[in-house]
C-alpha cells in the first residue's frame, strides 16, 4: 500500500504542478495575475484548490492510505482539462528546471519526513526557479547590454501604443529596410525578458536600425526597457482602454506609455494626440493631420498634407499607424517618393485583418485584435461587404462589460450569423444579439463543423478577436 500511495503522490503533484506552471507560463510568470487577473478563476477551484484540499484531507483522516482514490478520480480530470487546450505548456529550460526541483523535493520529503504534502514542495520548487532564473536572467541582462553597447553606431526605435504596435513595428521595418539593414523584434516580443533574449540570440552584429516594440502590464514596464536600451527615436500610437484591467484608468495607461521618452538619448519622439501631451523640440504630436481616409476591402488610402498615400493593408486605423512611420521615415532621410512606394508594397500582418479567400469565401482574420477601436473599424470594413456577414468572436478580453455591451450591439447590426467563442462573455452576446443570429462555440474543436453548418458560398467570415481555450 506504501509504494502505491508513494507512486500516486509523485504523479498527483506532477499533475498539480503542470496545472500551475502551464497558468504560470501563460501570464509572464506573474502570479498575482495568475490569481487576480485569470479570466477562468473557477478553473483554480476545480483544477487546483479542490482536488488539493481533498488529497491533504483524505491523506490525513486515512493516515494516508487512502489519497491515491483522490488521484485516480484526478487523472480523470486532467486528462480532460488538457486535452481541451488549444495553448500547451511549452518545456522551456524554466520549465525543465521547475519539474525537476519539485519531483525532486516531493522525493526528499517523501523518503525522510514519510509525508506526503503539496504545498511545501510546490512553494519550495516556485521559490527556487524563482531565485534560479534571476540569476540566470541577471547574466543575460548584462551580455545584452554589452552588446547594445558594442553597437555604437545602431539606431534605436521604441515603439509602444495601446492597440497596433506590432503592425507599426512591422510596417516601419519593411519601409525602412529601402535604405537600412533593419532588425524588429519578432512577432509579438515586447516584454524587458523578451527583448533581452532578442538582443542576445537574435540580433544581427551588422544591424543599423534596430525596432523595439515594447508592452506593458503595470506601471513601470516601459520604464524597464526604455532606460535599458535607449531608444533614439519613439513612437507612442493611440492610447485606449486595451489592459485596463490593469491599470485601473486611462490616465494610468497613458502615464506607463510616456515613460518611453525617459531614453536618455532620446533626439525626437512622435506621441498619438489620444496621449493629450504638450509638444517641444523633441516631442511631436500627431494624428490631426491625418484626413480624406478612405477604407475598403481592397486597400487604405489617406492624406498628411496633400500628400496621398495607398496601401493594400485593410482597415482604416492603418491611417494612424502608418502616418506614424511617415514621421519616423522622413526623420532617417527617407523621401515622400520612396515611403509612398514602400506603402504600396506593405504585406498584411498575419490575424491582424487579413484577407484570405478560400472556397469562394472571404475570410478577414482579425483574431489578434483585441482592442474596441480595431474592432470596431474591422465591423465597418466588413460594413461594406454586400452578401452575407459572419462573425466569430469571444467578445473583448481584459475589458469591461460596457465595451463588450457595445461590441455585441454592433455585431447585431451588422452580421447575419454571430458565433460567440469562450465562455467569458457569452451572457452578454446572448441577452444582446438576435436570437435567430446567435450561436453558440463551446468547444473550439468544433469550430470547422460549425463553419461548415452555418456559413456558404459567398460570405464574409470575420475572425475577431478569436482567444485561447484558457481565454
Not at 172 to 178: C, D, P, V
Not at 205 to 230: H, L, P
Not at 368 to 393: C, H, P
Request: hydrophobic share 45%; charged share 25%.
Amino acid at each position: 500500500m506504501i509504494y502505491l500511495n508513494t507512486i500516486a503522490y509523485l504523479i498527483f503533484i506532477s499533475m498539480i504542478g503542470y496545472y500551475f506552471i502551464t497558468n504560470m507560463q501563460w501570464y509572464s510568470y506573474r502570479l498575482k495575475r495568475v490569481i487576480f487577473h485569470h479570466t477562468k478563476v473557477w478553473w483554480h477551484f476545480i483544477y487546483f484548490l479542490i482536488p488539493f484540499v481533498s488529497y491533504e484531507l483524505i491523506s490525513a483522516i486515512t493516515n494516508k492510505k487512502y489519497g491515491f482514490i483522490v488521484v485516480l478520480f484526478y487523472i480523470i480530470l486532467f486528462i480532460f482539462w488538457i486535452k481541451g487546450l488549444d495553448k500547451k505548456l511549452v518545456f522551456t529550460a524554466r520549465i525543465k528546471r521547475f519539474f525537476m526541483a519539485l519531483l525532486g523535493f516531493a522525493i526528499f520529503i517523501t523518503f525522510i519526513f514519510k509525508a506526503f504534502t503539496i504545498f511545501i514542495p510546490l512553494m519550495l520548487a516556485l521559490g527556487v526557479s524563482w531565485l534560479t532564473e534571476k540569476m540566470i536572467f541577471s547574466s543575460f541582462v548584462k551580455m545584452a547590454d554589452k552588446k547594445i553597447k558594442r553597437m555604437d553606431k545602431l539606431i534605436i526605435i521604441g515603439i509602444t501604443a495601446s492597440y497596433g504596435k506590432t503592425s507599426i513595428k512591422n510596417y516601419l521595418e519593411e519601409t525602412l529596410k529601402e535604405k537600412y539593414r533593419t532588425y524588429a523584434t519578432p512577432r509579438s516580443i515586447n516584454t524587458f525578458g523578451g527583448i533581452v533574449a532578442d538582443i542576445n540570440q537574435k540580433l544581427p552584429d551588422d544591424t543599423e536600425v534596430y525596432i523595439v516594440e515594447m508592452g506593458a502590464r503595470e506601471k513601470g514596464d516601459i520604464s524597464e526597457i526604455s532606460t535599458f536600451i535607449n531608444p533614439h527615436y519613439a513612437i507612442v500610437g493611440k492610447i485606449g482602454s486595451a489592459h485596463i484591467e490593469y491599470f485601473k484608468s486611462l490616465e494610468n495607461i497613458r502615464n506607463t506609455k510616456m515613460e518611453i521618452i525617459q531614453s536618455n538619448r532620446l533626439k525626437e519622439a512622435w506621441i498619438h494626440n489620444s496621449a493629450n501631451i504638450n509638444p517641444s523640440d523633441k516631442i511631436h504630436k500627431f494624428g490631426d493631420e491625418i484626413f480624406d481616409i478612405k477604407a475598403s476591402l481592397d486597400g487604405t488610402s489617406f492624406k498628411i498634407d496633400e500628400i496621398e498615400y495607398s496601401t493594400n493593408l485593410l482597415g482604416s486605423f492603418n491611417a494612424i499607424n502608418l502616418t506614424a512611420i511617415v514621421k519616423v521615415a522622413k526623420a532617417l532621410g527617407l523621401n515622400d517618393k520612396t515611403i509612398i512606394e514602400r506603402f504600396k508594397t506593405l504585406k498584411q500582418v498575419p490575424h491582424r485583418l487579413q484577407r484570405i479567400d478560400a472556397g469562394g469565401k472571404i475570410i478577414l482574420d482579425d483574431s489578434f485584435n483585441g482592442n474596441i477601436d480595431g474592432m470596431m473599424a474591422s465591423f465597418e470594413l466588413a460594413k461594406t461587404y454586400q452578401g452575407r456577414k459572419v462573425i466569430i468572436t469571444p467578445g473583448l478580453i481584459e475589458a469591461n462589460d460596457e465595451l463588450n455591451i457595445q461590441v455585441a450591439k454592433k455585431v447585431n447590426e451588422i452580421f447575419d450569423i454571430i458565433i460567440v467563442s469562450g465562455d467569458l462573455n457569452c451572457p452578454i452576446f446572448q441577452r444582446e444579439v438576435d436570437e435567430n443570429k446567435f450561436v453558440r462555440l463551446k468547444n473550439k474543436s468544433d469550430m470547422e463543423e460549425i463553419l461548415v453548418i452555418q456559413t456558404e458560398v459567398g460570405d464574409l467570415i470575420l475572425f475577431a478577436n478569436d482567444a485561447p481555450s484558457f481565454i
